[in-house]
């Protein structure tokens, strides 16, 4: 009898340790559920953010283009893109800054050149639009000025590379002055300025380039500014 006592004490002492054991293995099987649970919310919130930053700041249809810098006339350059976006240009640079009337591509492709981003809207668009538009230029480094036979409501132009825009409210458009404005990577006299002395602050009615040198002016050898092929980038 009490050989049979102690068998049953055996027997049960043996299946509360498996109990104890089963229930062990249930509590870390959870806890490593739940761990990779985490692991895997958290890569996935971060994949989304990084997948929603890289949309934030992506860009399509910017336009590329290989001008070299650096080469000045006194004279009209017959320009292959309209607006243009690098080549020969005048020696001086237009001030940064919003323009109510046109103003000359010689002078806003030298501010390029120095890292501006010249956004330009066809002259018809509603007001609201361009008052839009006049409130982003709140920095250095900015041009805006209408520009007659434009291909797209709205384009913004820096160095080499272009962009069409629908209109003000486009939201590249924020994207591309991020990005393209004073961009040491992409501006040819990274640092110089958009202003000072050696800026002008006319329009093209009020001083338009010379189709020709002016007297006393050593002619231009290449008033065309050659234009490779544009290729779409970001």
Not at 101 to 121: C, F, K, L, R
Request: charged share 20%; hydrophobic share 35%.
């Amino acid at each position: 009898m009490a050989k049979d006592r102690t068998q049953a004490r055996r027997e049960h002492l043996a299946q509360m340790r498996a109990a104890q054991q089963r229930k062990e293995r249930r509590s870390a099987m959870i806890m490593w559920g739940a761990g990779a649970f985490v692991i895997v919310l958290i890569v996935g919130l971060v994949g989304f953010y990084v997948v929603r930053e890289r949309a934030a700041t992506s860009l399509d249809g910017v336009a590329q283009f290989s001008y070299k810098a650096g080469s000045h006339t006194p004279i009209k350059v017959n320009y292959k893109e309209s607006p243009p976006v690098g080549g020969e240009h005048n020696d001086r640079w237009q001030q940064c800054g919003p323009y109510e009337q046109p103003i000359n591509n010689e002078n806003a492709v030298h501010s390029m050149e120095h890292g501006a981003v010249w956004i330009t809207y066809r002259p018809d668009l509603p007001k609201a639009q361009v008052d839009k538009l006049k409130g982003l230029i709140t920095s250095d480094y900015l041009l805006l000025s209408p520009y007659p036979g434009l291909k797209a409501p709205v384009v913004a132009s820096s160095w080499n590379h272009q962009i069409t825009l629908k209109g003000a409210d486009d939201p590249r458009l924020a994207r591309y002055i991020q990005k393209y404005k004073q961009n040491p990577s992409t501006t040819p006299e990274y640092g110089a300025t958009c202003s000072g002395d050696g800026a002008v602050t006319t329009t093209t009615a009020q001083a338009p380039i010379p189709a020709t040198p002016p007297t006393g002016a050593p002619p231009s050898s290449a008033p065309e500014s050659p234009a490779p092929s544009a290729t779409p980038g970001s």
